[in-house]
């Protein structure tokens, strides 16, 4: 199969970490857990956490994008178009996208969120894939930025162990022939699914109320063993056909970053796709699950590693609340 020739690249990465570091033991202090359990079940062994008073969604997503830019040698004023993904909009309007605009002073860019859970960032990627091969701008900037403490249920032990906060983003631009970038796009999603993973109350359907208060339906829920089963499969699946598209196999890949949300997923992602562990980029165990920020950090993290260089085939696959899914395969 003739292999697809990129239309759009990543031109710089970039990311943001709070420096809070909250381990395991630390969690084991206020809840009925332990460490031995979290890592067990899900290779996480710390979590960086903003504190209240600390950096919102569109801060810690234009800390992300401002590194970005800087490498990629681009000014503020040259994003066409600015692509934000969160499930944790600092405020409910406007977008989280147009508070980070003003902080960046990307002031020329049309600025936007979308809301695909984990599957932010790949999400994010195709569209600025689509727009600019559209010929309707030349530069784009993706962040997926998410203060997931702001929305867990700190008194649910089986959700909130498994969540961190962070930011990510990539500066996109057209290839211009060069051969490099975005090979092959694959999203999907599933709305039958979407009571797997859920925040039930305070939106429109059950505005905030005493009631949603005192429930605390206002926060995540979750079916954890649904969602797992259900990750591998589409993961696996996703990866499998964004391969194919790419016209390239699993040998062909020098390392695959997946969603982190647990090494247990991660493992079995890996080995459907036929990937061995040792190309697979894990850092679960630092952060936890940064929802869609967790392709972007894992990107810039491998990167910087040396373990994704000029040439290097990419995989990236995510799956999260919606369902959503997907997977793309990148020559770097
Ligand atoms: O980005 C996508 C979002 N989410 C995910 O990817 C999560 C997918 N799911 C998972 O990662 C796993 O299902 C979990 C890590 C959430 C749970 O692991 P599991 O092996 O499926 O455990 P479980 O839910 O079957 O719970 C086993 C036991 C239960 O006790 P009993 O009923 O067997 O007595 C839980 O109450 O572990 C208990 N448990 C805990 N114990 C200590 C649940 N949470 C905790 C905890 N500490 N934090």
């Not at 195709?126 to 727009?131: C, F, I, L, R, V």
């Not at 869609?292 to 995510?318: N, W, Y």
Request: glycine share 10%; proline share 4%; hydrophobic share 45%.
């Amino acid at each position: 199969m003739k292999k697809p020739t990129p239309l759009v690249e990543i031109a710089a990465m970039g990311r943001y970490l709070p420096d809070n570091i909250v381990t395991n033991d630390d969690l084991a202090q206020g809840m009925d857990t332990s460490d031995e359990w979290i890592f067990s079940r899900t290779g996480i062994r710390e979590r960086r956490i903003s504190p209240p008073e600390g950096l919102g969604a569109a801060a810690m997503g234009a800390a992300a994008a401002r590194q970005a830019m800087q490498r990629a040698g681009i000014e503020p004023g040259e994003v066409d178009i600015l692509i934000l993904s969160t499930a944790t909009p600092d405020r409910w309007l406007p977008s989280t996208a147009c508070d980070a605009q003003a902080l960046l002073g990307c002031t020329n860019a049309v600025a936007f969120d979308i809301m695909a859970a984990c599957s932010g960032f790949i999400y994010g990627l195709s569209m600025a894939e689509g727009y600019l091969a559209a010929g309707r701008g030349e530069i784009a900037l993706v962040i997926s930025t998410e203060k997931m403490s702001s929305i867990v249920d700190w008194e649910d032990r089986t959700t909130s162990v498994l969540f961190g906060d962070g930011a990510g983003a990539a500066v996109v631009r057209l290839a211009n022939g060069a051969n490099r970038g975005i090979l092959s796009s694959h999203l999907r999603s599933d709305g039958n699914l979407a009571d797997l993973l859920n925040r039930p109350g305070g939106g429109a359907q059950h505005p905030m109320s005493q009631a949603v208060l005192d429930d605390r339906s206002y926060l995540v829920r979750m079916n954890g063993r649904e969602i797992f089963k259900n990750a591998v499969r589409s993961m696996a699946d996703a990866c499998e056909r964004a391969l194919a598209q790419a016209g390239l196999t699993a040998d062909d890949i020098d390392l695959l970053v997946p969603h982190q949300a647990n090494i247990r997923i991660i493992e079995a992602t890996a080995k459907y796709a036929g990937i061995p562990m040792d190309k697979v980029y894990v850092n679960v165990d630092r952060y936890g699950n940064m929802s869609s920020a967790t392709v972007p950090v894992a990107l810039d993290e491998a990167v910087e590693q040396g373990l994704i260089r000029p040439g290097s085939h990419v995989l990236i696959v995510a799956f999260g609340a919606g369902l959503t899914w997907g997977a793309m395969a990148l020559r770097w």
